[in-house]
């Protein structure tokens, strides 16, 4: 419970707040990560792995990987929508440590990663949201530089 206080503390919230928060990650995602198989790694140990793939390797496993993501939105939220599919995403890169911030305007949304992971890594990224998009018929564009990623989506 120190620890808990602790962690409020430094964030600047309630414990209760932390402790609901807490529990609605692991409502969300955590319970629903473990029966889809998604595994945590260490950011170093991605980097240097995603290092290592050439263009064709990148390719099939930002198709395998948009396959499987698809099937962990249903299981989260029920369907795959454009809503759905970016509210898992979110939820994704949030629990996952990157900053990013969402911007709505004029019927599109940006959302925007900052990964620090290097251009591979943002190459990576766009190859498997380019295909995860693919099946929602949204429009989207991307733009990236070696620590980030933003995605706009127009018609939200």
């Not at 955590?30 to 790694?41: E, L």
């Not at 290092?51 to 198709?63: C, G, I, Q, Y």
């Not at 530089?145 to 127009?154: C, G, K």
Request: proline share 1%; hydrophobic share 45%; net charge neutral.
């Amino acid at each position: 419970m120190a620890a808990l206080k602790k962690e409020a503390e430094q964030k600047r919230l309630a414990t209760n707040v932390l402790i609901n928060h807490l529990i609605s990650d692991h409502v969300e995602f955590h319970g629903i990560s473990v029966a889809a198989g998604i595994m945590p790694f260490q950011k170093k140990t991605l980097i240097q792995m995603v290092k290592r793939f050439d263009e064709p390797a990148m390719s099939e496993l930002s198709k395998t990987m948009a396959k499987d993501f698809v099937e962990f939105v249903i299981m989260r939220k029920g369907d795959y929508s454009l809503e759905s599919f970016v509210d898992s995403l979110i939820a994704w890169v949030s629990l996952s440590g990157f900053c990013h911030r969402e911007l709505i305007e004029a019927r599109q949304k940006t959302v925007v990663i900052q990964h620090d992971m290097g251009k591979q890594w943002s190459a990576f990224l766009v190859n498997f949201l380019s295909e995860s998009f693919a099946g929602l018929h949204a429009k989207v564009d991307f733009h990236h530089s070696d620590s980030m990623v933003a995605i706009r989506i127009s018609g939200f």
